[in-house]
């Protein structure tokens, strides 16, 4: 197969040194475990590709010189960021490597050199605002890759989801005074950050280019699947995204020890085939997803490798309804965003 018509796998073995304790949840043997498993069972139509450190440039567009020095300062030795997030003496090498995957990822699909991408990394990154590390995060991942893009790859639109089960604070604080970036997350609300309300839905020029869903706990597939087609699709019909980013995130999985959520395997492969459909419609085939959280070590592999298998071609599972629950949650999100888009 053309390699320009592969999934590429963007990973370093480094990012497992990573180490943030004894103990703590975000631990080197969430990103072995999918690796482990499509080593195993590699999905046909997928590639590897080593990642190299981001540039100081890109991670610049997103983070201010004084929080890439902070996070620098770590090199090295153990420290704390937070009381979440801690860094020990290889972290900061793997957060270069985190986000230079995101990065390269999104080159290589901007650039024809693959049909769309997964970059398997660690440490996660939607959390970490501008001058901010926190809730496992150092750099933004996925906001460096979407600047990056914007500012390097001549891309005009970028639309990020962000399916973890945690708002991404971090990335709708990068964006939301921007329209060239729409951001749309799906998230347990109230929960950890305690950020992504209904009502927050970006400011200035950027008003109407955050679309937050605060879902109550106990959704399950057909609840996310209907919010997906029913709100985010239009949505993004109206936007036409020259690139889709996402924040692949399976702590919403109905196994997750965190997130007391109801998703399947076979419904994270459902939402990663809806934006499939959209990324073909809209830009290009251009899709990258990067990895966020997710805590139960099954279930992540299971459903990044599901993610991965639709990534490659095969067909994603049909769509389900959403509950009672859901549908309360769907139409308010349609009223509330009915305000700035045409639904």
Known sequence: MDKAQQTLLSYDARMLEHRPGPGHPERPERLASIVRLLEDRPVIGSRWQAALPAERAALARVHPEAHIDRVEAARGRRAFFDGDTAASERSVEAAWLAAGAAVQATEAV?????????????????????????????????????????AALGIERVLVVDWDVHHGNGTQHSFEERDDVLFFSSHRFPFYPGTGSLHECGRGQGLGFTVNVPMPAGMADGDFQQLFAELLVPVAEAYRPQLILVSAGFDAHRDDPLGDQRLSTEGFAGLCGTLVSLARRFADERLVLVLEGGYDLPALAASARACIQVLAGETAPEAGVAGPSGQKLLKSCLQMQSRYWKL
Not at 126 to 149: D, I, K, P, Y
């Open 110 to 150: 901007c650039r024809g050199e693959a049909r769309n991408a997964f970059a398997l990394v660690r440490p996660p990154g939607h959390h970490a605002e501008a001058l901010r590390a926190m809730g496992f995060c150092l750099f933004n991942n996925v906001a460096v890759a979407a600047a990056h893009a914007r």
